[in-house]
């Protein structure tokens, strides 16, 4: 059974870190591309970031310089560090695996930006 499980999310104020975690198992998770997305509250889920499992990432224009996406294949883990945190970045933030016709997705995780 595969499962991707995504923890540390919380409420922070503005210029504020968070680290997000994704615990993944079930797969051989360093053949696997990884991404992060969120969906903030009225808007459609959007592309953060993405790491090949050789470690080169991309990041989404809104995030870029801010955050950084990084994983453990021996551990079978992703983060997402989350610095300079903005009231925009309030959103869930989900963890996707996919690897040719396989994809998975985590429950997401609960990021608030606020004062």
């Known amino acids: 059974q595969v499962q991707l499980v995504e923890s540390g999310g919380g409420l922070v104020q503005p210029g504020g870190s968070l680290r997000l975690s994704c615990a993944a198992s079930g797969i051989t998770f360093s053949i696997y591309l990884m991404k992060w997305y969120r969906q903030g509250p009225g808007k459609q889920r959007e592309l953060v970031a993405v790491?090949?499992?050789?470690?080169?990432?991309n990041y989404a224009d809104a995030v870029k310089g801010r955050f950084t996406i990084s994983r453990d294949n021996a551990r079978n883990m992703l983060y997402l560090q989350m610095n300079s945190l903005k009231p925009e970045d309030t959103a869930v933030y989900y963890c996707?695996?996919?690897?040719?016709?396989?994809?998975?997705w985590g429950q997401g995780t609960q990021v608030t930006v606020s004062s």
């Open positions: 996707n695996g996919r690897r040719r016709d396989s994809e998975y």
């Open positions: 790491i090949t499992g050789d470690g080169y990432t």
